[in-house]
């Protein structure tokens, strides 16, 4: 059996018959289905880490009034995910690369960022009693910088002292159907590029000694979970008699082949990346903020 290239934990624990390694709830709240997962034990197959992680599925961006639903549901799950308090200190991480539409996410989140903290040091008097200290930092890639994300967050982290991290980026999901349908929220942190097999530095709290929180969207699929699913469908729908053994021979010799190690992500990025940047925005600043209608 092929192990699935997915940064989802609702997506991991599907590999593995070890039901006491986790716990799985399930709500919908209109069009919007919430998947909890709280991962109790790491184990080979799931390679997730110990916590909480809450996955939000939608089946579409084009409509105003789904979209403020998905927001509100976002903002009720970060709200079961961490409590934050009047004084804590807030820092936004947008990870990715904004050169590349699929993995623009983080940036394009922290570009709609209300950020206050330049106020409370200019005009600490002045600052109205409903917001919180929050900066945002782009640390963009390893390729544009020459130095690891972890390492220049550290150093922000150093000078700005937070009480939480929220981090964004773009992932990897197994499923073509989940493509800019699906956001995921974590309190374990993160590790960037882990779905394609690009693996940094992880976004941690035993990293950076904070607690961090990560948002993420299914952005890009492997082109092999593409195949796969088409081989699937096609033997289904031809009824054609495979034996488990003989279809994974099968889908090992196609998949194999080099053309095929390369991720995919769908026409219409741009204008999800847009919308889906400013549902996790909205979400994120009335979470981090009492109440903008000063602002």
Known sequence: MRNIKTDFADESIQQT???????????????????HVEILKKNRKINKDVGHYISLDFETLQDEKDRKQISEVLLKALHQMVKISDNDKILIVGLGNSDIVADSLGPSVADKIVVTN????????????????????????????????????????????????????????????????????????????????????????????????????????SAEKIVEEAFVQFANQAKIKVTAKKKQQILNDILSHRSLQMVVTPKEIDEDIEYLSTIIATSLNQFVHHDLSNV
């Not at 349908?181 to 992880?202: A, W």
């Open 17 to 35: 018959i070890e039901k006491e390694d986790y716990k799985l709830v399930k709500k919908q709240y209109g069009k919007v289905t919430l998947t």
């Open 118 to 221: 330049h106020l409370f040091k200019l005009f600490p008097s002045q600052v109205d009693k409903d917001l919180r200290r929050v900066c945002v930092f782009t640390p963009k890639v390893m390729g544009q910088t020459g130095l690891e994300s972890s390492d220049l967050i550290k150093a922000i982290v150093k000078l700005f002292n937070p009480n939480l991290i929220i981090a964004i980026d773009s992932l990897a999901s197994s499923s073509v159907k989940r493509i800019n349908k699906v956001i995921q929220i974590n309190n374990t942190g993160i590790h960037p590029g882990s779905g394609i097999g690009n693996f940094r530095k992880p976004l941690n709290q035993q990293v950076l000694k904070v607690p961090v929180i990560a948002i993420g969207v299914a952005t890009v699929v």
